[in-house]
């Protein structure tokens, strides 16, 4: 499986964003999906995660301002975010697994290559 994010770039603080991730390779029909960020200095965190099904699972300081979900005729999975804030600035990457605690855990096999939110005050 390949994964292609993008939809990344500089917006305002209060304005939205929307990644998305492409998959290639394999479908993502039956993928737990995830979205993870890494700010400078810090360590990768987890934002999202939406199974095969479309359950969804956020991290407490997304909850109400990001949206995930998935399209899985487009192979695509989706991160909304609203009500941007300047320590949403990092880059992001989207992640896939056979199982969605491993992705939840960030212990996947599959990464996208990141792309670049920079929110500005």
């Known amino acids: 499986v390949q994964l292609q994010a993008s939809g990344g770039g500089l917006v305002q603080a209060g304005g939205s964003l929307r990644l998305s991730c492409a998959a290639s390779?394999?479908?993502?029909?039956?993928?737990?999906m995830g979205w993870f960020r890494q700010a400078p200095g810090k360590e990768r965190e987890f934002v999202a995660a939406?199974?095969?099904?479309?359950?969804?699972n956020y991290a407490d300081s997304e909850k109400g301002r990001f949206t995930i979900s998935r399209d899985n005729a487009k192979n695509t999975v989706y991160l909304q975010m609203n009500s941007l804030k300047p320590e949403d600035t990092a880059v992001y990457y989207c992640?896939?697994?056979?199982?969605?605690?491993?992705?939840?855990?960030?212990?996947?096999?599959?990464w996208g290559q990141g792309t670049q939110v920079t929110v500005s005050s």
């Open positions: 992640a896939a697994e056979f199982d969605l605690v491993r992705v939840r855990t960030g212990d996947v096999n599959f």
């Open positions: 390779g394999r479908t993502l029909i039956s993928f737990p």
């Open positions: 939406i199974s095969w099904s479309g359950s969804t």
